[in-house]
């Protein structure tokens, strides 16, 4: 995720929501990184499970590099949905990764 995010971040084609989507979904990925590496929330996780759940996170991850190459690529004519695409992607995605570990933003601070 992060070298995604620091090719996104080092274009001119992203503006101010978007770094700020993408540094939730940032901050996202890395408490999912802890959470998987404490077990998933389970207390003896199987192997099937956790790939499971990593497999979900590389989806998300495609889907997210999907977007950005899609926005990155397209000509300028396009640049608005593309862009609204990868904003809106950036976003749920962020969601979904929250919703997996049944948390949301508020529990962040409660590290």
């Known amino acids: 995720m992060s ?3 620091i090719a996104m971040l080092r274009s001119l084609r992203i503006g ?3 770094v700020e989507a993408l540094g ?3 901050a996202t990925d890395a408490r999912f990184n802890v959470w998987y590496g404490e077990g998933a929330g389970k207390e003896d996780p199987s192997g099937r499970e956790l790939a499971e759940i990593r497999a979900f996170s590389m989806d998300l991850l495609g889907r997210v590099y999907d977007a950005w190459v899609a926005h990155r690529d397209n000509p300028s004519e396009v640049t608005k949905d593309t862009y609204a695409a990868l904003l809106s992607t950036l976003r ?3 969601i979904n990764m929250c919703s997996l570990m049944d948390v949301t933003f508020a529990d ?3 590290l």
């Open 92 to 94: 749920a995605e962020t």
């Open 24 to 26: 939730l979904l940032l």
């Open 3 to 5: 070298n995604l995010a």
């Open 16 to 18: 101010n929501d978007t």
């Open 108 to 110: 962040f601070g409660n």
